[in-house]
């Protein structure tokens, strides 16, 4: 759990806290925000919420309040798009310092997770996507894969759950939060995961790309994300990705809240249009 400390002084902290007992990722995560710091403290305009103290048993830690709101809420109540487009900018700059905390190191990419993951939601008793839903896109996908197994890609020190609630806009400033996924990997994958935040935009979509993301969100984001990614490559895993969002939507939340049934809807016509388009687009 999450606590916001005010002190007497009236300045604001964050305590994280973990009740099982015997885990070591608040230690980890602690240790990699004292790592970081330095690391950004030579970008301009981009930090990790700054590391205060850690509880003698390891259970808790306490960092920097962070001012600001989150890029999720910059996303879903956007006053312009050209607004919209300015968070993809400053988040892909972060992530672009992140990428280079440490060297990069030769891996290969496969797509097997994808149709496993895919199967396994499937199987769901309360899914709520049916095959008429799934069937051409995922024929599709398997088809696509093969020219992509194996692709070389550059590893690196990665976020791992790299959404847009997990980083903070503040006047000028970026700041990075949640490290307890971090680890090296791909560098595709924090991409994709941020781009798909783009689905949280409600502004009129007239640009969907062929990875189902408005292209004015990629094309800012790489702006200041200097990596070198294949957009073919990138474009498969954003179709993997908003398929597989579709498949985790159930039945029950469907019948709860008709928002759920918007969002189903959003991504199905999201990945109608993208599988309509080329890949190398």
């Known amino acids: 759990m999450v606590f916001s400390l005010m002190h007497e002084s009236g300045s604001a902290l964050i305590l994280k806290k973990d009740f ?3 885990t070591p990722w608040i230690e980890r995560e602690f240790r990699l925000f004292e790592q970081l710091s330095p690391h950004f403290a030579s970008a ?23 001012k600001g ?18 968070v993809f900018r400053r988040c892909g700059k972060w992530l672009n310092h992140l990428h280079q905390h440490r060297p990069s190191e030769p891996e290969t990419i496969w797509m097997n997770w994808i149709f496993i993951e895919f199967y396994k939601l499937s199987a769901g008793d309360d899914v709520y996507a049916q095959p008429e839903h799934y069937s051409a896109f995922l024929k599709q996908l398997h088809g696509q894969s093969r020219q992509f197994q194996a692709t070389p890609c550059s590893r690196v020190f990665s976020h791992g759950d790299f959404h847009s609630g997990n980083l903070i806009l503040g006047k000028g400033t970026v700041v990075g939060l949640d490290l307890a996924y971090s680890k090296q990997k791909p ?13 949280n935009n409600p502004l009129p979509a007239r640009d969907i790309g062929p990875g189902g993301v408005r292209q004015a969100s990629v094309e800012f984001f790489f702006k200041t994300y200097r990596r070198p990614i294949s957009r073919p490559l990138l474009n498969f895993h954003l ?16 019948n709860r809240n008709h928002k759920v049934k918007i969002r189903f809807e959003l991504l199905l016509a999201r990945l109608s249009t993208a599988f309509e388009q080329p890949l190398a687009r």
């Open 20 to 22: 099982n007992s015997g």
């Open 44 to 66: 301009d305009g981009c930090e990790v919420a700054g590391p205060v103290y850690l509880g003698a048993d390891k259970s808790f830690h306490i960092t920097e309040f962070a």
């Open 69 to 86: 709101r989150t890029a999720s809420d910059a996303l879903r109540t956007p006053q312009s798009q050209a607004q919209a487009n300015q």
């Open 187 to 199: 560098a595709i994958y924090d991409v994709v995961d941020f781009l798909a935040s783009d689905l």
């Open 239 to 254: 179709r993997s990705r908003l398929l597989l969002e579709l498949m985790r939507i159930q039945q029950s939340s469907v």
